[in-house]
């Protein structure tokens, strides 16, 4: 089992749309999430964390599930200039170099 | 604010030849981290270091050796390159926190 896992997509959605994507994660001891959203061809870039509780920033809402390993991403009124690959990020607990391990992405296409 | 920037970002080389690759971070972070992607594998992680002298295998390190003496450069060295490490490569860096900050990568081939 991959210690992260995402859907790949593509999810294709109309201008306006709102979409969710999951992901899952194996270790139960991890304890930081994150979304990183990367653009064709670029360098991956933090998104958002996620924070227990939940937490939202603009029209993206990050959810975080620890009872079942499970994070969620929903993106409202979705924007041409959301097109991207969506990657889960999860920290690797043991030790104390700040590894992460990601997912391998949910690619994202918005159309007009 | 020069960030994180890697060298070169476009590289063709040959099967056998050793092909180093710069990474130079301006923000002083403690680590520095090497990955690479391909396509269904996601980012994994080759080598990272805690701090100047202080390196570390991560996922995926064979074929790959780091050094890192100062603490704003971490070289990734592939001693005798294959095919199968044809790849992007990204450098990344962090300090206290959890998040990490890329470079924009580089793209190798290896014919």
């Known amino acids: 089992r991959k210690e992260v896992e995402q859907d790949p997509g593509p999810f294709n959605v109309p201008e306006g749309a709102t979409v969710a994507f999951n992901c899952t994660y194996s270790n139960s001891a991890s304890q930081s999430f994150f979304w990183y959203r990367q653009d064709c061809r670029k360098e991956p870039k933090l998104l958002m964390s996620?924070?227990?509780s939940g937490n939202e920033d603009g029209r993206f809402t990050a959810q975080l599930n620890r009872a079942s390993q499970y994070i969620s991403l929903l993106i409202r009124d979705s924007k041409l200039s959301d097109s991207a690959t969506y990657l889960c990020v999860v920290n690797k607990p043991s030790g104390s170099a700040r590894q992460l391990t990601f997912g391998s992405g949910t690619q994202l296409t918005v159309l007009p | 604010d020069a960030g994180i920037t890697q060298s070169p970002r476009y590289k063709i080389t040959e099967t056998g030849r050793q092909v180093t690759l710069m990474c130079h971070q301006t923000?002083?972070?403690?680590?520095m981290f090497w990955y690479r992607q391909d396509l269904g594998h996601g980012l994994r992680l080759i080598y990272y270091s805690a701090a100047a002298d202080i390196t570390d295998k991560g996922e995926v390190p064979d074929g790959y050796v780091v050094s890192r003496s100062k603490t704003e450069n971490f070289p990734l060295t592939l001693e005798s390159a294959t095919r199968s490490q044809t790849s992007v490569y990204f450098c990344?860096?962090?300090?206290?926190?959890?998040?990490?900050?890329f470079g924009p990568g580089t793209r190798l081939t290896v014919t």
């Open positions: 923000w002083s972070h403690s680590y």
């Open positions: 990344a860096s962090t300090t206290s926190g959890s998040e990490q900050y």
């Open positions: 996620v924070y227990s």
